[in-house]
């Protein structure tokens, strides 16, 4: 997958590539059933099928390499829980700092896009720290990359940003400077549905 710089502001998706979505969707879901066990396909597809923009949005986490699968259900809501699920960080996604003011702030060798931006973009939302640690259970994920996560409020005033990885079967939550970005550095998203 080439990175995708700018997000399609149309989120409608034609029948075609919701039906090719739809399949590749429901096959990493028979494949993984330990991210998901006990939910049925067919009721994840139900609720895709009345949802065409959150179509849109899975779709632009397939297309810039997310993965995306199911690792939840509400009860409350009834919405079902999609997590980035790519073994390393979204590939169309990396080399991008934190957020709009942090690449407002580069003065020279700017990234093209910042993680926030992309993800409001794409209707998603930033996995926060405690959705990382949650993922992690399931099984290991960036074991070669990092990925930003929601940072608190009082860390994002003084300059900085946090981002997880994994390293020696360990879930380990580091900061940087928030207008910082590296080649192996990315992002992972949710979507309720």
Not at 44 to 58: F, P, Y
């Amino acid at each position: 997958m080439t990175q995708r710089n700018k997000i399609s502001s149309k989120k409608d998706l034609p029948q075609e590539q919701r039906e090719e979505l739809l399949i590749a969707l429901k096959a990493r879901f028979e494949k993984n059933k330990n991210r998901h066990q006990g939910l049925e396909w067919a009721k994840v597809q139900e609720k895709l099928e009345a949802n065409t923009e959150k179509m849109w949005s899975l779709n632009e986490m397939e297309a810039t390499g997310g993965e995306p699968d199911v690792v939840g259900h509400d009860k409350k809501t009834g919405e079902y829980i999609f997590y980035d699920c790519s073994a390393e960080s979204p590939k169309g996604r990396r080399s991008v700092c934190y957020d709009r003011e942090a690449l407002e702030s580069r003065k020279k060798h700017k990234p093209e896009n910042n993680a926030v931006d992309m993800a409001t973009a794409m209707g998603i939302e930033l996995l926060t720290e405690a959705q990382y640690r949650e993922l992690q259970k399931l099984e290991p994920f960036d074991m070669k990359t990092s990925s930003w996560v929601q940072t608190p409020a009082e860390i994002r005033k003084l300059g900085g940003a946090i981002f997880c990885d994994r390293r020696y079967d360990t879930v380990f939550v580091y900061h940087n400077g928030a207008e910082s970005y590296y080649g192996a550095r990315g992002f992972r998203g949710s979507l309720r549905v």
